[in-house]
Protein backbone atom coordinates (compact mmCIF):
# COMPACT_ATOMS: atom_id res chain seq x y z
CA UNK A 1 0.00 0.00 0.00
CA UNK A 2 1.24 3.00 -0.87
CA UNK A 3 0.96 6.44 1.35
CA UNK A 4 1.19 10.23 0.29
CA UNK A 5 3.72 12.34 2.61
CA UNK A 6 0.95 13.77 3.94
CA UNK A 7 -0.96 10.43 4.58
CA UNK A 8 2.40 8.97 6.01
CA UNK A 9 2.47 11.99 8.41
CA UNK A 10 -1.13 11.71 9.32
CA UNK A 11 -0.63 8.15 9.79
CA UNK A 12 2.34 8.51 12.18
CA UNK A 13 0.36 11.26 14.00
CA UNK A 14 -2.19 8.57 14.70
CA UNK A 15 0.24 6.26 15.82
CA UNK A 16 2.49 8.34 18.21
CA UNK A 17 -0.80 9.49 20.09
CA UNK A 18 -2.48 6.07 20.41
CA UNK A 19 0.15 4.09 21.50
CA UNK A 20 2.11 3.56 24.99
CA UNK A 21 4.95 3.36 22.90
CA UNK A 22 7.37 6.39 23.52
CA UNK A 23 8.06 7.46 19.60
CA UNK A 24 10.90 9.98 19.11
CA UNK A 25 13.03 11.77 16.48
CA UNK A 26 16.18 12.78 17.11
CA UNK A 27 18.93 15.19 15.77
CA UNK A 28 22.45 14.08 14.02
CA UNK A 29 23.73 15.36 17.59
CA UNK A 30 21.23 12.97 19.39
CA UNK A 31 18.38 16.03 20.84
CA UNK A 32 14.84 14.50 21.31
CA UNK A 33 13.00 17.09 18.52
CA UNK A 34 9.68 15.75 18.22
CA UNK A 35 8.20 13.03 20.98
CA UNK A 36 4.57 11.03 21.17
CA UNK A 37 3.13 12.14 24.49
CA UNK A 38 4.25 8.97 25.91
CA UNK A 39 7.44 10.47 26.67
CA UNK A 40 5.66 12.11 29.78
CA UNK A 41 5.39 8.95 31.32
CA UNK A 42 9.03 9.48 32.49
CA UNK A 43 8.59 12.83 33.57
CA UNK A 44 10.09 14.58 30.48
CA UNK A 45 7.83 17.12 28.82
CA UNK A 46 6.89 16.48 24.99
CA UNK A 47 9.50 18.96 23.28
CA UNK A 48 7.40 22.01 21.99
CA UNK A 49 10.40 23.47 20.88
CA UNK A 50 12.99 23.38 18.49
CA UNK A 51 15.09 21.23 20.71
CA UNK A 52 13.88 19.13 23.76
CA UNK A 53 15.93 16.88 25.80
CA UNK A 54 18.95 14.45 24.98
CA UNK A 55 18.39 11.22 24.23
CA UNK A 56 21.03 10.42 26.87
CA UNK A 57 18.59 12.31 29.05
CA UNK A 58 16.11 9.66 29.22
CA UNK A 59 18.40 7.02 30.21
CA UNK A 60 20.17 5.65 33.74
CA UNK A 61 24.05 6.86 33.37
CA UNK A 62 24.57 3.11 34.25
CA UNK A 63 23.61 2.58 30.77
CA UNK A 64 24.19 5.38 29.18
CA UNK A 65 27.25 3.98 26.92
CA UNK A 66 25.25 1.55 25.50
CA UNK A 67 22.21 3.36 23.92
CA UNK A 68 24.62 6.02 22.81
CA UNK A 69 26.69 3.78 21.11
CA UNK A 70 23.52 2.64 19.52
CA UNK A 71 22.70 5.84 18.17
CA UNK A 72 26.33 6.43 17.00
CA UNK A 73 25.21 3.28 15.09
CA UNK A 74 22.37 4.50 13.60
CA UNK A 75 23.76 7.94 12.48
CA UNK A 76 27.07 6.60 11.42
CA UNK A 77 25.87 3.57 9.74
CA UNK A 78 22.22 4.94 8.18
CA UNK A 79 20.80 1.59 9.22
CA UNK A 80 18.58 0.23 11.70
CA UNK A 81 19.89 -0.46 15.05
CA UNK A 82 19.62 -3.55 17.66
CA UNK A 83 17.11 -3.48 19.69
CA UNK A 84 19.08 -2.40 23.32
CA UNK A 85 17.74 -2.19 27.20
CA UNK A 86 18.56 -0.20 29.80
CA UNK A 87 16.45 1.53 33.08
CA UNK A 88 15.22 4.56 32.51
CA UNK A 89 15.92 7.90 34.08
CA UNK A 90 12.50 8.16 35.84
CA UNK A 91 11.81 11.76 37.77
CA UNK A 92 10.06 9.68 40.34
CA UNK A 93 13.34 7.59 41.38
CA UNK A 94 11.44 4.22 40.33
CA UNK A 95 13.03 1.92 37.97
CA UNK A 96 11.49 1.11 34.97
CA UNK A 97 13.02 -0.66 31.81
CA UNK A 98 12.88 0.00 28.37
CA UNK A 99 13.88 -1.14 25.04
CA UNK A 100 15.13 0.81 22.21
CA UNK A 101 15.52 0.62 18.46
CA UNK A 102 16.64 3.50 16.63
CA UNK A 103 16.66 3.76 12.69
CA UNK A 104 18.31 6.26 10.89
CA UNK A 105 16.46 9.16 8.94
CA UNK A 106 17.89 10.17 5.47
CA UNK A 107 16.73 12.91 3.20
CA UNK A 108 15.87 12.63 -0.76
CA UNK A 109 20.16 12.47 -1.08
CA UNK A 110 20.38 9.72 1.42
CA UNK A 111 22.20 12.20 3.82
CA UNK A 112 21.86 10.96 7.37
CA UNK A 113 19.98 13.98 9.02
CA UNK A 114 18.83 12.14 12.79
CA UNK A 115 17.31 9.06 14.18
CA UNK A 116 13.55 7.54 14.44
CA UNK A 117 13.59 5.57 17.68
CA UNK A 118 11.11 3.33 19.55
CA UNK A 119 10.90 3.16 23.34
CA UNK A 120 8.94 0.22 24.74
CA UNK A 121 8.44 -0.44 28.29
CA UNK A 122 9.73 -4.48 29.01
CA UNK A 123 9.15 -4.21 32.77
CA UNK A 124 6.47 -6.94 32.85
CA UNK A 125 8.78 -9.00 30.30
CA UNK A 126 11.38 -8.21 32.83
CA UNK A 127 9.59 -9.49 35.77
CA UNK A 128 8.85 -12.46 34.43
CA UNK A 129 12.19 -13.41 33.21
CA UNK A 130 13.04 -12.94 37.06
CA UNK A 131 9.90 -15.07 38.30
CA UNK A 132 10.78 -17.74 35.56
CA UNK A 133 14.36 -17.44 36.90
CA UNK A 134 13.59 -17.95 40.69
CA UNK A 135 12.05 -20.89 40.01
CA UNK A 136 14.88 -22.43 38.29
CA UNK A 137 17.31 -21.66 41.20
CA UNK A 138 14.94 -21.35 43.99
CA UNK A 139 14.04 -24.55 46.44
CA UNK A 140 10.36 -23.76 47.02
CA UNK A 141 9.54 -24.88 49.96
CA UNK A 142 12.71 -22.46 52.41
CA UNK A 143 13.33 -20.29 50.05
CA UNK A 144 16.81 -21.36 49.50
CA UNK A 145 18.73 -22.10 46.56
CA UNK A 146 18.56 -25.47 44.80
CA UNK A 147 21.35 -27.99 43.78
CA UNK A 148 21.21 -26.74 39.95
CA UNK A 149 21.93 -23.39 41.59
CA UNK A 150 24.45 -24.53 43.96
CA UNK A 151 26.59 -26.83 41.73
CA UNK A 152 26.59 -23.58 39.11
CA UNK A 153 27.78 -21.53 42.38
CA UNK A 154 30.62 -24.58 43.20
CA UNK A 155 32.16 -25.11 39.43
CA UNK A 156 32.40 -20.79 39.74
CA UNK A 157 34.24 -21.08 43.36
CA UNK A 158 36.35 -23.99 41.63
CA UNK A 159 36.93 -21.64 38.22
CA UNK A 160 38.21 -18.61 40.07
CA UNK A 161 40.73 -20.57 41.85
CA UNK A 162 40.23 -22.63 45.76
CA UNK A 163 39.68 -20.24 48.03
CA UNK A 164 36.93 -21.25 50.51
CA UNK A 165 35.00 -24.80 52.13
CA UNK A 166 32.19 -26.79 51.17
CA UNK A 167 29.87 -27.70 54.34
CA UNK A 168 26.86 -30.25 54.18
CA UNK A 169 24.14 -31.16 56.26
CA UNK A 170 21.73 -33.71 56.60
CA UNK A 171 18.64 -33.52 59.63
CA UNK A 172 18.98 -36.34 61.71
CA UNK A 173 16.47 -39.10 61.38
CA UNK A 174 14.30 -37.30 59.06
CA UNK A 175 12.63 -40.18 57.49
CA UNK A 176 11.30 -41.41 61.15
CA UNK A 177 10.04 -37.42 61.35
CA UNK A 178 7.89 -37.88 58.53
CA UNK A 179 6.58 -41.40 60.01
CA UNK A 180 5.89 -40.33 63.02
CA UNK A 181 4.54 -36.81 62.52
CA UNK A 182 3.38 -36.31 58.82
CA UNK A 183 5.00 -34.78 56.07
CA UNK A 184 3.37 -31.29 56.64
CA UNK A 185 6.04 -31.53 60.54
CA UNK A 186 8.77 -33.00 57.97
CA UNK A 187 8.53 -29.89 55.68
CA UNK A 188 8.29 -27.40 58.98
CA UNK A 189 11.00 -29.13 60.39
CA UNK A 190 13.17 -28.32 56.74
CA UNK A 191 11.88 -24.85 57.27
CA UNK A 192 12.87 -24.11 60.70
CA UNK A 193 16.50 -25.55 59.91
CA UNK A 194 17.12 -23.30 56.80
CA UNK A 195 16.30 -20.41 59.10
CA UNK A 196 18.73 -21.57 61.52
CA UNK A 197 21.29 -21.34 58.54
CA UNK A 198 20.71 -18.14 57.86
CA UNK A 199 20.38 -16.78 61.01
CA UNK A 200 23.48 -18.56 62.05
CA UNK A 201 25.58 -18.11 58.77
CA UNK A 202 27.55 -15.12 57.48
CA UNK A 203 25.55 -13.11 54.75
CA UNK A 204 28.67 -14.00 51.99
CA UNK A 205 27.83 -17.73 52.65
CA UNK A 206 25.97 -19.11 50.37
CA UNK A 207 23.31 -21.88 51.54
CA UNK A 208 21.52 -24.93 49.32
CA UNK A 209 19.18 -27.15 49.67
CA UNK A 210 20.41 -29.96 47.39
CA UNK A 211 18.21 -32.93 48.69
CA UNK A 212 15.39 -34.09 50.34
CA UNK A 213 17.14 -33.49 54.12
CA UNK A 214 20.47 -32.28 52.74
CA UNK A 215 21.64 -28.53 52.70
CA UNK A 216 24.93 -27.21 51.08
CA UNK A 217 26.88 -24.25 52.36
CA UNK A 218 29.59 -22.58 50.53
CA UNK A 219 32.34 -20.38 52.69
CA UNK A 220 33.96 -18.38 50.49
CA UNK A 221 37.33 -16.96 51.88
CA UNK A 222 37.61 -19.85 54.85
CA UNK A 223 39.81 -22.03 55.68
CA UNK A 224 38.79 -25.44 57.28
CA UNK A 225 39.72 -25.00 60.67
CA UNK A 226 36.96 -21.50 60.69
CA UNK A 227 34.47 -23.39 58.61
CA UNK A 228 34.33 -25.80 61.34
CA UNK A 229 34.00 -23.31 63.53
CA UNK A 230 31.17 -21.68 61.88
CA UNK A 231 29.78 -24.97 61.18
CA UNK A 232 29.85 -26.39 64.42
CA UNK A 233 28.08 -23.57 66.00
CA UNK A 234 24.83 -24.56 63.98
CA UNK A 235 25.37 -28.07 65.14
CA UNK A 236 25.13 -26.91 68.54
CA UNK A 237 22.48 -24.78 68.88
CA UNK A 238 20.23 -26.73 66.95
CA UNK A 239 21.20 -29.78 69.32
CA UNK A 240 20.22 -27.19 72.07
CA UNK A 241 17.26 -26.42 71.57
CA UNK A 242 13.82 -28.05 71.35
CA UNK A 243 12.06 -26.72 68.33
CA UNK A 244 7.87 -26.20 67.89
CA UNK A 245 7.03 -27.65 64.45
CA UNK A 246 3.34 -27.23 63.83
CA UNK A 247 1.31 -28.85 67.03
CA UNK A 248 4.64 -30.99 67.94
CA UNK A 249 7.14 -29.96 69.75
CA UNK A 250 10.33 -32.12 69.54
CA UNK A 251 14.58 -32.36 69.37
CA UNK A 252 15.79 -31.59 65.88
CA UNK A 253 19.50 -32.59 65.14
CA UNK A 254 21.62 -32.69 62.38
CA UNK A 255 24.99 -33.91 60.89
CA UNK A 256 27.39 -32.41 59.31
CA UNK A 257 30.86 -31.95 57.14
CA UNK A 258 33.15 -29.52 56.49
CA UNK A 259 35.18 -30.00 53.04
CA UNK A 260 37.93 -27.46 51.37
CA UNK A 261 37.24 -26.61 47.45
CA UNK A 262 39.65 -27.75 45.28
CA UNK A 263 40.03 -30.11 42.72
CA UNK A 264 37.08 -30.99 40.83
CA UNK A 265 33.84 -30.29 41.37
CA UNK A 266 33.56 -34.04 41.67
CA UNK A 267 36.48 -34.56 44.07
CA UNK A 268 35.47 -31.87 46.51
CA UNK A 269 31.58 -33.26 46.50
CA UNK A 270 33.17 -36.74 47.27
CA UNK A 271 35.43 -35.72 50.42
CA UNK A 272 32.45 -33.62 51.95
CA UNK A 273 30.48 -36.27 51.50
CA UNK A 274 32.46 -38.97 53.33
CA UNK A 275 33.23 -37.00 55.92
CA UNK A 276 29.44 -36.74 56.28
CA UNK A 277 28.85 -40.30 56.21
CA UNK A 278 31.49 -40.23 58.80
CA UNK A 279 29.46 -38.15 61.37
CA UNK A 280 26.60 -40.14 61.41
CA UNK A 281 28.48 -43.51 61.70
CA UNK A 282 29.89 -41.75 64.60
CA UNK A 283 26.62 -41.20 66.11
CA UNK A 284 25.08 -38.07 64.25
CA UNK A 285 24.61 -34.37 65.91
CA UNK A 286 27.93 -34.05 65.36
CA UNK A 287 30.74 -32.31 62.89
CA UNK A 288 33.21 -34.17 60.73
CA UNK A 289 36.11 -32.56 58.88
CA UNK A 290 37.43 -34.29 55.60
CA UNK A 291 40.75 -36.90 56.40
CA UNK A 292 43.48 -34.95 54.71
Known sequence: MQFTLRESRALYGLLAETTSDIILKTNCEGFVVQASPALEQLGFPVPNMLIGPHLLDLVAHTHAGIVG????????????????????????????????????????????????????????????SDRLFAATYTDALTGLTNRQAFISMLEHMLDDGPDGCLALFSVDFFRAINMKYGQATGDGVLVVFADLLRELLRGEDMISRIGSERFAVLLPRTDPEQAEAICNRVVRTLGDLRQTVGESRMAITASASVARVAGTLDETLERAEMALFVAKAKGRNRLEREKV
Open 69 to 128: DSLAAAIEGGRVGRWVEFPAASADGTEHWFELQLRALTDAKGKVYGALGVMRCVDERRAM
